[in-house]
């Protein structure tokens, strides 16, 4: 029966090189091809300086800079990242040299599989393009510019006047200020973008609190360290699940905010005046 066994030699003979391709294109690079790079701590095969790094990255960085420098590089997973830890550095990336620099890396999260969102808002947009950059310019100028900020302390007085009145009247009952104050912010956001409340106060609260959860977990959503940012090449298999979950919140999203828009292009073809907030300044530009 022993002379059956296989001799293990060749097996290893070809596990050996087979390890070494695997661990090749995970590494994203071969060390022939490897372009300079600022310097950096030395990590681990595969994981990169992910362990160095541990949960307070922020700290970490702090540390490597007092090492190696202001711009330094480090390795998470498969990708090499780049961080300027000065303001001198800081503004040569963002300011000098912003053109040549300027690139869009979009969190495997916030790629949605069934929805086309490449071209279509700031967060989804993977390049640069032209699109991207007209769109944020309009964003720059009607909504987040002095001027715009500005425009909206009346709104943002009126909406915390209301939250005030609304705890007058609730006096002697329990209030969830959390959810309360998550409404009122909602209803200023829906008012400077589509001149209405989103949330109704006086209501149950439980819209509120959909709302904030909704966001909340979509937010946590968003920061959740995904394997899929780490190694690209697995990003085909969402392994987290993370893309499928947000995808379902998308939709909840979209779900509020469609029969809005709808409306508002209805009414305008109906020749109905402009409110010029957001929504107009969108469909005026198609």
Not at 46 to 75: C, R, T
Not at 206 to 226: D, E, I, Y
Not at 235 to 259: H, N, S, V
Request: aromatic content about 6%.
């Amino acid at each position: 029966m022993l002379n059956h066994i296989p001799h293990p030699l060749p097996l290893i003979l070809v596990a050996i090189p087979t390890i070494c391709v695997i661990l090749k294109c995970i590494s994203g690079f071969s060390s022939s091809k490897r372009k300079p790079l600022p310097p950096g701590p030395k990590g681990w095969p595969i994981l990169g300086n992910l362990l160095q790094i541990g949960k307070l990255p922020h700290l970490s960085m702090a540390k490597f800079s007092e090492i190696y420098g202001p711009l330094i590089s480090v390795k998470l997973g498969s990708r090499v990242v780049v961080v300027a830890s000065s303001p001198a550095t800081a503004t040569e990336i963002l300011k000098t040299h912003d053109r040549t620099l300027a690139t869009r890396l979009v969190p495997d999260v916030l790629r949605n599989g069934e929805v086309d969102l490449n071209h279509m808002g700031l967060l989804f947009g993977p390049e640069c393009s032209d699109g991207w950059k007209a769109l944020r310019a309009l964003c720059r100028t009607e909504l987040f510019s002095v001027k715009a900020v500005e425009s909206q302390a009346t709104l943002r007085e009126k909406k915390v006047g209301e939250m005030v009145k609304h705890l007058e009247r609730k006096e002697g009952n329990v209030v969830n200020i959390g959810e309360l104050v998550f409404g009122v912010v909602y209803n200023i956001l829906g008012n400077v973008i589509f001149s209405r409340d989103l949330v109704e106060l006086e209501g149950d609260e439980g819209a509120s609190g959909a709302f904030k959860t909704l966001t909340s977990n979509s937010v946590h959503l968003a920061v959740t360290p995904n394997v899929s940012d780490l190694y690209p090449f697995l990003a085909r298999f969402d392994l987290q699940g993370l893309r499928r979950k947000m995808t379902k919140y998308y939709k909840e999203f979209c779900a509020i905010w469609e029969p809005i828009v709808k409306e508002r292009r209805e009414s305008l073809v109906m020749g109905a005046s402009k409110r010029d907030d957001f929504l107009d300044v969108f469909l005026a530009n198609g």
